[in-house]
């Protein structure tokens, strides 16, 4: 929506609302958020409300903290479940500036605008859509998330086997009450695994969809007495979630990944575009994986990419091209997770692609046969690499990768990498369960 600083405040009045919540996301994209009065709209319309960015995940110093909330008026939007008989309250997702005016370097959302910005001074647009997979789990007596699902459904299972119909059911009617396009909801693979759907967008757009989505998921499973988990991997042996990524460049508004006369219909542009991400997924996979959990999802035997890949016909590899052509033409990126920063994400998958683009890197042939399959020897003998294997394998690339630190920029490679290694430090010191189970009264 395209709106005006006079659309908000007639809404404000005619709605009565009550509260207004500035919305941003931290280095990890979990949200956060300043509730304030209506009566201090205009000020924070106009830029001038302040928090204490030392207390945010990645931002700045003590020293430092004074941080500046600018909202973005299109992203008005009504919470529905507050607005029958409660407190009513809106939303605002801002951009976070230093005191100085500059746009602050560890934003998430500022830096997928700059990548973005850098996209268009190619010509480029970019649309994404994700398809992001949730669990919900009971609650114990005290209140607290278990790994018991509530189901016992698989793949598009119906009631009265998927007990969590009803949930995602007012999941889906929130986002549409939130001005969502909904194209389909069901139950996933395994027991208590949700999938809800929603149309494609712009690249910031679709970023702020996949924030406020993991937010109604959230709120709603709540009102079921339910935990809904964006964890990649909760249970061992069933099939983790992941967060497929739809994405396309749009120029002088044609699919610029769409060629009539090409084989396949895709256009050098696409396959450029490809060639740029095969060769940096190594080094933003910590980006679009970022947890040591996201990396127990990427095994095989689950549908998870392992393997640096395209194909036109299987599912198997990294990125996949769906079938439909003209304006739908497309990849669809299989690795990233939901627990992923969806600016980041988008951010540096972008970049990829675009590096793909400037400097004409051709992809290897796609592989239309099933990876999983083949030999180690047959692989290799096709030149077909593999992701990381876990998260510390992930930031030795990431460390390794110019153009993906250059993307992040300074401040927020920094914060990020320090964080993860003291996450994957922390995980490898640890003694485990299972290596109780395994090893305790054995040796």
Request: proline share 6%; aromatic share 10%.
């Amino acid at each position: 929506m395209n709106y005006t600083r006079e659309d908000i405040l007639h809404f404000v009045k005619k709605l009565k609302i009550k509260f207004i919540r500035l919305q941003f996301v931290d280095i990890f994209g979990i949200p956060k958020n300043v509730a304030i009065p209506v009566q201090q709209l205009n000020k924070a319309l106009d830029g001038e409300l302040m928090f204490d960015g030392s207390s945010i995940e990645g931002f700045v110093r003590i020293e430092e903290s004074d941080m500046y909330l600018r909202p973005d008026i299109n992203t008005f939007a009504i919470f529905p479940w507050n607005s029958h008989g409660g407190v009513a309250e809106a939303r605002l997702i801002c951009d976070i500036y230093n005191p100085d005016g500059t746009p602050f370097a560890g934003c998430p959302r500022n830096t997928l605008k700059r990548v973005l910005t850098q996209a268009a001074e190619m010509g480029y647009t970019m649309n994404a859509g994700p398809e992001a997979e949730f669990f919900l789990f009971l609650k114990n007596e005290q209140g607290q998330a278990t790994t018991m699902t509530h189901d016992r459904a698989s793949y598009f299972d119906l009631m009265p086997v998927d007990l969590g119909e009803s949930a995602r059911r007012d999941m889906v009617l929130t986002l549409q009450e939130m001005g969502f396009e909904v194209e389909a909801s069901h139950h996933e693979v395994a027991p208590g695994q949700h999938e809800i759907a929603f149309k494609y967008a712009d690249a910031l757009t679709t970023a702020d969809n996949i924030a406020t989505f993991k937010l109604v998921v959230r709120t709603i499973a709540m009102r079921h007495n339910l935990h809904a988990t964006f964890m990649p991997k909760p249970i061992t042996g069933v099939a983790g979630s992941g967060m497929h990524t739809h994405q396309s460049l749009f120029k002088d508004g044609k699919n610029a990944f769409y060629d009539p006369d090409a084989p396949s219909q895709l256009s050098a542009i696409a396959r450029y575009y490809i060639g740029g991400i095969l060769k940096h997924v190594k080094g933003f996979c910590a980006i679009t994986n970022p947890l040591v959990n996201s990396y127990k999802r990427l095994v095989p035997g689950y549908e998870a990419p392992v393997y640096i890949a395209w194909s036109e016909q299987n599912r198997s590899p990294l990125v996949r091209i769906p079938a439909r052509r003209g304006i739908g033409t497309r990849i669809e990126l299989r690795n990233p997770d939901p627990s992923c920063n969806p600016y980041l994400a988008l951010a540096v998958t972008l970049a990829a692609g675009l590096d793909g683009i400037k400097n004409k890197i051709a992809p290897p042939a796609p592989v239309d046969q099933n990876i999983y399959d083949l030999t180690d020897k047959e692989r290799e003998a096709l030149g077909i690499e593999m992701l990381p294997q876990d998260l510390g394998e992930a930031l030795e690339e990431l460390e390794k990768n110019t153009l993906i630190k250059k993307t992040l920029g300074e401040h927020l490679y920094n914060s990020f990498m320090n964080a993860k290694k003291i996450e994957w430090r922390r995980y490898r010191t640890q003694v485990h369960q299972w290596e109780l189970d395994s090893y305790l009264t054995v040796y």
